[in-house]
Nanobody, 114 residues
Framework: QVQLVESGGGLVQPGGSLRLSCVASGFTFSSYAMSWYRQAPGRERELVARISAAGGITNYADSVKGRFTISRDSAKNTVYLRMNNLKPEDTAVYYC???????WGQGTQVTVSS
């Protein structure tokens, strides 16, 4: 069955960086686009970034453009989210998603605070 397992979250100071990872299993990873969403308390889920199956096309929310980078490694069945210059408003649970079939990971908490 499809499984998505995120890691890499944690507590970081404003201006810091984190790299989230999502290891996928149970499907042919290289055939599917992947996305990262986030949800902060009291706020709606937000699409953060998306990457095409081959990795050549990426899209970002305006709020993270220029700071976040999505990438993938098909040899490792892994999608990454590199987050630089983190801000307190980036605090949220971050989820890895395979949009086709609406599969979600369990999420990883990112907290940006001094």
């Amino acid at each position: 069955q499809v499984q998505l397992v995120e890691s890499g979250g944690g507590l970081v100071q404003p201006g810091g960086s984190l790299r989230l990872s999502c290891v996928a299993s149970g499907f042919t990873f290289s055939s599917y686009a992947m996305s990262w969403y986030r949800q902060a308390p009291g706020r709606e889920r937000e699409l953060v970034a998306r990457i095409s199956a081959a990795g050549g096309i990426t899209n970002y929310a305006d709020s993270v453009k220029g700071r976040f980078t999505i990438s993938r490694d098909s040899a490792k069945n892994t999608v990454y989210l590199r987050m630089n210059n983190l801000k307190p408003e980036d605090t949220a649970v971050y989820y890895c998603i395979r949009p086709a079939g609406n599969y979600w990971g369990q999420g990883t908490q990112v907290t940006v605070s001094s």
